[in-house]
């Protein structure tokens, strides 16, 4: 479809920081910004601090029918009804009717998804997911998201929460999660969070000499990739575990929905073949014969500053303006 000069505003809502960009249909971040999130102890304050931001480029864009809607990827968003339901890592509590309170104050179509799931819509308009119908996207951060496309459309399940993978349980009776409380899940272990944890017990439980041993509160997923690149036998051990906990994940997800490739993407990618050489081999060793050589493991081609922007503007171009979840006042 030709979208000519059509424009989309993408916003990626975090729980420090909010970024938004005003976007083409090429995928062409045209301008962009950011405001604090957590500054704003309740929901409508901020809504009004993002339309001030805003508000020069809907004036601009929005009289010559160029500004076609707003997308946003935001934790814990549900796609179906328009909300954000108990996102931990915010101040707004409860059930939020979001994508209605943002189409009212700026006067266009909203549409919202989990922030994950936008960086899956990014990845297939804009990145390496081109022309796939089905793939799984796999966030490595401060946590662990995912998207899961399967036949040319994002898995959002019943309920729209579908594709919470960061959160199933790979180490039974293991790690206990944080936030959630969960014992052994993905992202205790996948995470930059979790990389840390694992390089503590590994220097608590090993009599190895170490340069992460004098890293102290320096001790990042930074930090050990840094030193594992000085040969810190420690640190190289860390990403090695890491990448078989992910590898043994993975292999469970693709005998799940069978993808193409799944795509990895996060500031822990930036470990490279550190990480991704161990994830592949225990990937492709926990996996049924019928499944094996078949699946590839990829980066991302986005820029993970843009990728939400990006994933969260493709909302728009899907939109069908007369569905329900657009809760649009116009």
């Known amino acids: 479809m030709d979208y000519g000069n059509e424009l989309a505003i993408g916003i990626d809502i975090g729980g420090t920081n909010t970024k938004y960009g005003i976007v083409n249909h090429r995928g062409v971040i045209l301008q962009k910004g950011e405001l604090k999130t957590d500054i704003y102890e309740k929901v409508e304050p901020f809504i009004d601090a993002l339309y001030e931001k805003l508000a020069p480029i809907v ?4 009289g010559e029918g160029a500004l076609k809607g707003i997308g946003i990827g935001a934790p814990n968003a549900n796609y179906y009804n328009g909300t954000i339901e108990h996102a931990p890592n915010l101040n707004w509590k409860g059930v939020i009717p979001f994508a209605r309170m943002v189409s009212e104050r700026f006067g266009l179509p909203c549409s919202i998804t989990n922030d994950a799931n936008a ?57 206990k999660h944080p936030s959630t409380g969960l014992l052994g899940s993905l992202e205790a272990y996948a995470s930059a969070t979790g990389i840390v944890v694992t390089a503590k017990e590994m220097i608590r439980d090993s009599a190895e000499p170490s340069l992460l041993r004098d890293l102290n509160d320096e001790l990042t997923s930074k930090t050990i990739f840094e030193s594992a690149l000085k040969g810190d036998k420690l640190a190289r051990e860390v990403f090695r575990f890491t990448g078989q906990v992910l590898g043994e994940a993975l292999a469970n997800f693709v005998m799940f929905s069978s993808p193409e490739a799944i795509i990895l993407f996060g500031g822990v990618i930036k470990a490279g073949d550190l990480l991704l050489e161990p994830t592949k081999q225990y990937m492709e060793k926990n996996l049924l014969p019928v499944f094996q050589n078949k699946v590839k493991i990829i980066f991302s081609e986005l820029e993970e500053a843009d990728a939400a922007i990006l994933g969260a503007s493709a909302l728009v171009w899907e939109m069908k303006y007369e569905d329900s979840r657009f809760r649009s006042s116009l």
């Not at 004036?59 to 929005?62: E, V």
């Not at 998207?147 to 019943?158: C, D, F, K, P, T």
């Open 59 to 62: 004036d601009l864009n929005s």
């Open 119 to 175: 960086a899956a819509v990014g990845e297939m308009s804009y990145g390496a997911a081109r022309g796939m119908k089905n793939f799984i996207m796999i966030t490595l951060g401060t946590g662990v998201g995912s998207g899961i496309v399967a036949n040319g459309q994002l898995i959002y399940g019943e309920d729209g929460f579908a594709g919470e993978l960061g959160h199933t349980i790979v180490r039974y009776g293991g790690r």
